[in-house]
């Protein structure tokens, strides 16, 4: 069965802090995404991966970086959490390649608070 | 970047009812998805549409490929207690790994 796991469901952080979100997915897939959820703004890409040490940056990628050292292992980074960064954060991955391969698959995803 | 507007925000419905929502981009997408998000959890893949025109079901879902392709429609008919959650629309391009999710629509079911 398909598992995209998260490390931490819920997370509290204060302004200025370097955050580590992580990441695993156990289905050999090279493609792996995080977005962030916002009320009333959906799913908004920050950045993606499609093969290890490969990233390209998303639609909202300022503050924030990622790591990819392993296959399995995709990393957000947020250098120095701001207020604005409370949200929740999903990560996703999916196999490369067109057809029928769009589906993505989603962890249960972090809620942060930056306080 | 581009987001796809979904109609209404939020919805609040009696149990049995027929449930519908559309999707909107100002650009045209090659495929339409579909997602639910159950409260606490990640979204999930409901139904994919891959052709202008294109009308599918899964159960008591249907979902329509606009023709135009710049749109998209999802209805449950009969809607029960585990439909509650938010629906997210979502469109694809040929030659891109990307989705453009859109901003979705709450479904809360009044007891």
Redesign the interface.
Known sequence: DVK?TQSSRYLVKRTGEKVFLECVQDMDHE?M?W?RQDP??????IY?S?DVKMKEK???PEGYSVSREKKERFSLILESASTNQTSMY?C?S?P?G?G?A???Y????TRLTVT | GQQLNQSPQSMFIQEGEDVSMNCTSSSIFNTWLWYKQDPGEGPVLLIALYKAGELTSNGRLTAQFGITRKDSFLNISASIPSDVGIYFCAGHNFGNEKLTFGTGTRLTIIP
């Open positions: 995209v493609n995404f977005y009333g703004l959906g799913l908004r890409l993606f499609y998303g639609d909202i999903l996703a999916k490369p067109q029928f769009h589906e993505q989603f962890g249960p995803g």
